[in-house]
């Protein structure tokens, strides 16, 4: 609950413990078993900043975040926990929040898309799976674009310009370096596996704006971004990447605020382990980085997970706002956690820490959250209030009726296909086939006019080779004429009536 200006998280007896809103940039941490209580806590917080007016986003993991678009209903177990904390339950209103739906595969929420050049190589390679080596050859791709204006908006992109790499790697290899067939190979078999998975539906346009899931409701309260992830989580590796770009998107995209009275935006990061395993130490120096930093943008951050344990240390240093519900401490090793988690907070005289994490109740936490100066308070047991919103999930009907009320309807819901690599390059291809298909047919042109005017050549060879042939039977006829019995008396003839008779009777005999 927001009671003056600041955010009511829990009661121990009288004391109330708070979270003050110019100290959530200071970030936090929500811990605890299965079963503790931390979704309760989760609502409680979000639906706190919603009327302070600060805007929230969160991940829904199981779908039974989607009822806090509905008013929670009055029941014994809500009276009884108020009771314990001594909230009038006349005093505490049943209420819903503004929430916008969003879905990265578009089914449950409005659509979340990006742009494949918007997720960069670092975040897309986590994404992938890749090894170094096939980051290197990513990143080539991604410069190549770039140098030659080429944009990347999804995945056929993608596959278009490693195509391109493939085939032409001779003529980069000198500028951007070397570019192995066989690490082409294993980027496009993993680029459709992510495809399988449904990547194909979050890369492209409209690409989403991070602007949007900061905007207030006309009342001034905050909008509650709440992400439908029953889908998304089957595939942990895209949820863990999609939220580490939003976390990234977030920090390149705000400007630098210092702190303010209220932040610009709470995320609320569940099952956050996944954000961290198998993170490369790079990256995670990276992410380090960005915790550090983001607060000066006027965001803070609350990381959700079973354990601390679950979160790097580099980043627990940065969480000052901490929510442990009850672990379970069945072997050694849990014990040594329970410990070592006490240990982090502030030391309360008058509280065995370790000996409360273990018999907290359901709904029960020990707290400690960053006073006025940004310090630590000293850990506190405390009752989580009860969220006023309702528990659970919502039917189809309802969901279809808040995201056809929401400020977003028809601005993502349609996928629009602009020309990008994949375009420019098919286009290049198609003319650079174009100009081979009009040389082949040139030479073939060329070759077929050589064979022809050879054909001639050859046929007036053998036109010649008959006339000569025909003049020489000619001469040879006219020797053997000569030559014969008429022809000799024909040249002995003492006159012309004698030869023309001879030559009358010899051309009678060979007619």
Not at 105 to 119: L, M, Q, Y
Not at 122 to 133: F, P, R
Not at 492 to 508: L, P
């Amino acid at each position: 609950m927001y009671i003056d200006h600041k955010i009511l998280i829990g009661k121990n007896g009288d004391k109330e413990l708070f979270i003050y809103p110019g100290m959530a940039n200071r970030h936090g941490l929500i811990t605890g078993a299965t079963g503790s209580g931390k979704t309760v806590t989760l609502k409680v917080m979000a639906e706190s900043f919603s009327q302070a007016g600060v805007p929230v986003f969160l991940s829904d993991i199981k779908g039974d975040l989607a009822g806090t678009a509905l008013p929670g209903e009055m029941n014994d177990k809500i009276k009884e926990r108020l009771n314990k904390i001594n909230i009038d339950p006349d005093t505490f209103h049943a209420k819903n929040f503004p929430v916008v739906f969003w879905d990265v595969f578009g089914k449950d929420g409005h659509p979340v898309r990006a742009t494949v050049e918007s997720i960069g190589p670092v975040v897309l390679s986590n994404m992938l799976g890749l090894t170094e080596a096939q980051e290197g050859v990513l990143t080539i791709a991604f410069k190549v674009c770039k140098d030659q204006n080429l944009p990347l908006i999804d995945l056929k992109d993608l596959r278009m310009i490693l195509n391109k790499l493939g085939e032409e790697r001779k003529d980069y290899t000198i500028e951007y370096g070397n570019v192995a067939p066989q690490t082409v190979g294993a980027i496009q078999r993993s680029i459709l596996q992510l495809q399988e998975q449904g990547g194909d539906t979050f890369f492209g346009e409209p690409a989403l704006d991070i602007h949007d899931f900061l905007e207030t409701n006309t009342t001034g309260q905050g909008n509650i971004n709440i992400l439908h992830c029953v889908e998304l989580f089957k595939s942990p590796k895209l949820y863990a990447s999609f939220m580490l770009w939003l976390l990234t998107s977030l920090s390149y995209t705000l400007p630098e605020v210092g702190d303010l009275d209220k932040p610009k935006i709470v995320f609320f990061f569940d099952e956050a382990h996944l954000l961290f395993n198998d993170l490369p130490k790079y990256m995670l120096t990276n992410v380090t980085q960005v915790v550090k930093l983001i607060r000066s943008k006027g965001i803070g951050l609350f990381f959700i997970s079973q354990t601390p344990n679950d979160i790097p240390n580099e980043i627990l240093a940065q969480l000052s706002n901490k929510t442990q519900h009850t672990l379970r401490a069945y072997t050694p090793a849990d014990q040594k956690i329970v410990k070592a988690v006490a240990n982090s907070f502030r030391v309360n005289p008058e509280l065995d820490t370790e000996k409360a994490i273990l018999e907290l109740g359901t709904g029960e936490a020990v707290i400690s959250y960053a006073n006025e100066k940004g310090e630590p308070n000293m850990v506190e047991k405390a009752t989580i209030l009860p969220p006023q919103s309702m528990m659970g999930a919502i039917d189809e009907g309802t969901r279809l009726m808040i995201m056809s009320r929401s400020p977003f309807k028809g601005k993502y819901d349609v996928a629009v296909d602009n020309e990008s690599a994949y375009e420019v390059i098919s286009k290049e291809r198609e003319e650079k086939q174009k100009l081979e298909d009009e040389e082949k047919a040139k030479k073939e042109a060329e070759k077929a006019k050589k064979e022809k005017e050879k054909e001639e050549a050859a046929k007036a060879k053998e036109e010649e080779k008959k006339k000569r042939e025909a003049e020489k039977a000619k001469k040879e006829k006219e020797r053997k004429l000569k030559n014969s019995i008429p022809g000799k008396i024909a040249r002995k003839a003492t006159n012309k009536a004698t030869t023309k008779i001879v030559d009358k009777i010899w051309k009678s005999i060979f007619k």
